[in-house]
């Protein structure tokens, strides 16, 4: 079936149409997400030595750990970009304009008050905190500048919260390569807006807003051309906000936020265990390693993350056989490259690593070698969840996450006593495949039949 890669769709009138429409949209969201996240990485490459010689080296670490809070906040709309992503690839699946409206307008109104929420408590807390002892700096100058950087951060963060909403509508409905598109805008607007700064000699506020402000701009712009021009049928009405779609997006997010949590802690837990057990130097090691295998991970949520929305908007059309076909299609590949790239950084990690961090960081085989198989049971895993999150079995899932959750860290706490770091990775192989990958494999053709 050849996959024809345009902006504009193909008639859906028959169920062959359809796969290839959803082919499409799934490659061309696939090349431009990896496309925005390059460009959006050599971004960041550009502005590390602008701003270090910029800020220094204190202001530059108080920069950085500001930055950082934005991996510890993406549970702040408690899941309900994602319940309502869910919602919507149903409704679109079933030409369900209306509905898409609906879920659109409540959960624009739920994360409005968030917003609202947590400027709220923020600014309430803002004056009893001593920021500058929170991130502990000592110059005049970032004393001065911390609290307002953390004020500016803040305010930008809390916007992107109802702004982002544009984002999961057009997952939802299988268009997110504009959204890859606006995210590539809002990383080259942040670079021009930090050489701004730098050149106007502002001060660490500016700086910070330039850097997580750029990216509202870019989401707000999308949002505006998405409802106000592309999709005016779509814009959020008052006459749709009720109770129930309210309690239908917010049980949905809740139930994702739960489940994003316990995998949260599960994986989390690592870096914890191994620097109370072992020491800082054995986090080190681990860190090291685990980073190189991320970056094939990486290509493996940027394939098949698209699929999320595509099985939903199949299996609400009954197109059960595409979903089928898919699947097993997308797990052989999973499985292929996973096990290629595996080998191959396992052959050649010595030279990789030594021109990485230097010939004098000595590795072990067997560390090497468990997370790589570590590497391919993952990477089937984030590719299986694609399925499971677009056929909505949230619930089993969370059951499943949980058991693991549990019963992984007990584990490791276990094998890294008797192993050390090779155990962390032996506690997780071994939970993985007892508490997740045999349940699945006996419950897919049931879930497959749930459909």
Known sequence: MKTRLTLTGIDTGTSEDRARERH???????????????????????????????????????WMTISSVIAMMVFADFGVGNGLMNAITEAYGKD???????????????????????????????????????????????????????????????????????????????QGFW???????????????????????????????????????????????????????????????????????????????????????AFASDNIILARMLGAESVTQYSIVSRLFEGVLIIIAIAFTPLWPAYGEANARGDHLW???????????????????????????????????????????????LCAGWMVLKGLGVTYSMFLNGVNAIRLQLIIATGFTIVSIAAKIFFVGKFGVNGLLMAMIGSYVLLVVVPYTFLNNRILSHE
């Open 24 to 62: 499409r949209r799934i490659t061309l969201t696939a090349l431009s997400s990896g496309a925005a996240k390059v460009i959006s990485f050599v971004a960041a490459v550009i502005t590390v030595p602008l701003t270090l010689n910029y800020l220094g080296a204190e202001r530059y670490g108080l």
């Open 179 to 265: 959204s890859s598109l606006w995210q590539t805008i809002g990383s080259i607007l942040s670079v021009l807006s930090i050489l701004f700064v730098i050149y106007v000699k502002a001060d660490l506020m500016w700086l910070v807003m330039a850097m997580a402000g750029s990216p509202i701009v870019s989401l707000l712009a999308n949002g505006i051309i998405f409802f106000f021009v592309r999709r005016r049928d779509l814009l959020p009405r008052f006459s749709d906000i009720s109770a129930k779609g309210m309690k239908r997006i917010l049980h949905g997010g809740l139930i994702f936020f739960v489940l994003q949590l316990a995998v949260s802690i």
């Open 323 to 369: 979903v089928r076909q898919t699947l097993n299609r997308s797990m052989i590949l999973t499985l292929i490259f996973t096990v290629c790239a595996a080998g191959m950084l396992v052959l050649f990690y010595k030279p990789i690593f030594a021109l990485w961090v230097g010939s004098d960081f000595v590795l072990p085989f067997m560390l090497v070698a």
């Open 96 to 174: 369900d304009i209306g509905a898409i409206r609906s879920h659109i307008t409540n959960a624009l109104l739920i994360l409005t008050l968030l917003m609202i929420l947590i400027l709220l408590v923020f600014f309430a807390i803002y004056p009893l905190i001593p920021w500058n002892n929170i991130f502990n700096v000592k110059s005049a100058a970032a004393i001065r500048e911390t609290g307002p950087a953390v004020a500016s951060f803040m305010v930008c963060f809390a916007v992107g919260v109802p702004a982002g909403i544009v984002q999961r509508v057009q997952m939802g409905m299988q």
